[in-house]
């Protein structure tokens, strides 16, 4: 840009001078606007990315409390139905052994009822074989 000017009596012609300086003061103020313009942006561009930063922190910080606190619920369930899963267990074995003793016990009684019964029937028939005396039991058999 360099601007060559007419020799006048003792130098340069000032009136060019004067314009060219003139013209270099607004490019000047141009290129320092830009700038201010630039700087303001890079200021609000360097706020927006720290408020990103900072809201970003902030929701990483909720969604790990949020994760660590359903991981303390999610544990505390699992306790929960181990304890129901081992009381359960121990309701189905003392249910189970409670019928096989009952059942056993109730086989026992029904032998033992079935076997008085049986001693009842074979004494009254001793008793009865006894009264009768011509029964064909106490007969001797007929021989050939």
């Not at 320092?32 to 360097?46: C, F, G, P, V, Y």
């Not at 129901?84 to 059942?103: P, R, W």
């Amino acid at each position: 840009m360099a601007e060559k000017f007419n020799y006048v009596k003792r130098g340069y012609d000032p009136k060019e001078v004067d314009e060219y300086i003139s013209k270099l003061d607004e490019k000047l103020n141009g290129y320092m606007e830009k700038d201010s313009a630039i700087t303001n942006a890079i200021l609000s561009a360097q706020v927006a990315a720290d408020n990103i930063v900072k809201n970003a922190e902030l929701r990483a910080e909720d969604i790990t409390s949020g994760a660590v606190q359903q991981l303390k619920n999610i544990s505390e369930s699992i306790v929960k139905l181990r304890a129901l899963l081992n009381q359960f267990t121990d309701d189905y074995q003392k249910l189970i052994k409670k019928y096989l003793t009952d059942f056993e016990s109730a086989q026992i009684d029904m032998l033992g009822q079935q076997l008085d019964r049986l001693q009842k029937y074979t004494e009254s028939l001793a008793s009865y074989e006894e009264q009768q005396p011509d029964s064909a039991l106490s007969q001797p058999a007929p021989e050939e």
